[in-house]
C-alpha cells in the first residue's frame, strides 16, 4: 500500500476542515504552557515494520507529547522488572473515568486500574525511580533517543509549569503514599513524571520511537536489539487498546479499532500489529481529553486502509 498519499489527503481534509470552521474543542487549559499552543495546527506520520515512511501537515512539529510518555516508562519498567513485581502494584483494568480521577484509589486501597491513568503512571515513576535513582530523567531520555534514532529532550518550560499547578497530581502521589504504594519521596517522583509528560516530540519521531509496537517487540531501527520480547509488546498492546484513551476507549475501539495512547498535548499514537505504526496530533481535546481531529483522522485512516486489530 502506498501511504502517502493517503496521509495527504486526510491532512488536506483536516486543515480545510481546520480553516473553515476553525478548531473545535478546547487545548488543555490546566497546564498553563500548554493553555498557549495554537490550536489550529495538525500532524500526521507513519512508520512501516519494513521502514516505508510518511507524513504530512504539521508531522515533524515538535509537541507536548504528555501522556503517550506512559507507553515508554511502563516499556522501560517492563525491560527491567519481573512482571509479577510490576503487576503486584498496578492493575490491568479500564478505570472507566477521566485520567486524573481520584475515586477509585480509595476504594481500591491506593492500586491504580491501570499504568495509563495518572495515578498508574505516576506509580510507574515510582519504579523508574526505583531502577534508576537520582538517573532516572536522563536514563528516560536517553530510551526516548535510542527509540526515534536521534536526540529527544524535556521541555523544561512545560516541565515546570505542570509542576507548579499539578494540584491533582500532587493529591493523587500523596494518596498514593498514604497506602504505602509509593516508595520514594513524592516530589522525586513528580518531578520525573511532569518530565516525562513534558518530552517534545514530533508525529514521526513518535512512529519512529513506538515501532516496537508493531514488530514484536523488535527495536524500530535496528533489527538485531529486542526492546521487548514479543509477549510484552503484545501486552502492551493490549493495554493501549483497553485503556490507553480512559473512558473514552470504548469509543475508540468502536470507530478506529486500534491500540492507542493519547496525551493532553493532543498527540496520539496507534499501532496496527506486524504492519506499522501511526501518529496523529492536533492540540484542540474532546472533554475525554482526547485529541478531537487526531481521532477523527486515525477514523479516516482506518476506514479508508480497512486496516484495524478486529
Ligand atoms: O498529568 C497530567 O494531567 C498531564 N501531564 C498528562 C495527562 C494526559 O496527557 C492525559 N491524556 N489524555
Known amino acids: 500500500m502506498q501511504f502517502q498519499p493517503i496521509l495527504d489527503e486526510i491532512a488536506f481534509q483536516i486543515q480545510r476542515e481546520l480553516a473553515q470552521q476553525g478548531p473545535r474543542g478546547q487545548v488543555a ?89 495518572n495515578a498508574g503512571a505516576i506509580a510507574v515513576a515510582d519504579r523508574i525511580v526505583a531502577l534508576y535513582g537520582a538517573g532516572a530523567q536522563r536514563e528516560l531520555c536517553g530510551f526516548m533517543s535510542h527509540l526515534a534514532g536521534e536526540p529527544i529532550a524535556y521541555d523544561e518550560e512545560v516541565a515546570a509549569s505542570e509542576a507548579a499547578t499539578g494540584y491533582r497530581n500532587h493529591a493523587l502521589a500523596n494518596f498514593m503514599k498514604s497506602f504505602g504504594r509509593i516508595d520514594h519521596g513524592v516530589q522525586e517522583v513528580l518531578d520525573l513524571y511532569f518530565h516525562q509528560c513534558a518530552l517534545r516530540m514530533s508525529c514521526l519521531q513518535l512512529a519512529r520511537a513506538a515501532g516496537y509496537l508493531c514488530r514484536d517487540g523488535a ?92
Open 29 to 117: 487549559r490546566y497546564i498553563p504552557a500548554l493553555a498557549r499552543v495554537d490550536a489550529a495546527q495538525f500532524g500526521i506520520a507513519l512508520r512501516t515494520c519494513d521502514g516505508q515512511e510518511a507524513v504530512a501537515g504539521d508531522g515533524q512539529t515538535p509537541f507536548s507529547i504528555q501522556s503517550i510518555s506512559k507507553v515508554f516508562t511502563l516499556t522501560l519498567a517492563m525491560r527491567h522488572m519481573s512482571e509479577q513485581a510490576l503487576w503486584a502494584r498496578i492493575g490491568r483494568e479500564p478505570s472507566g473515568n477521566p485520567f486524573n480521577s481520584l475515586v477509585q484509589l480509595e476504594f481500591e486501597q491506593g492500586t491504580p486500574r491501570n499504568p495509563f491513568i
Open 219 to 310: 527495536h524500530p531501527l535496528q533489527a538485531d536489539a529486542p526492546v521487548v520480547s514479543e509477549r510484552q509488546a503484545r501486552r502492551i498492546n493490549a493495554l493501549m487498546l483497553t485503556c490507553g484513551t480512559y473512558d473514552a476507549a470504548g469509543e475508540f475501539a468502536f470507530r478506529i479499532g486500534l491500540p492507542c495512547k493519547s496525551g493532553v498535548g493532543g498527540g496520539i499514537v496507534a499501532v496496527v500489529p506486524d504492519r506499522l505504526t501511526l501518529a496523529v496530533w492536533s492540540p484542540a481535546l474532546d472533554e475525554t481529553g482526547n485529541s478531537l481531529l487526531g481521532m477523527k483522522a486515525l477514523e479516516l485512516f482506518t476506514t479508508r486502509t480497512g486496516l484495524s486489530v478486529f
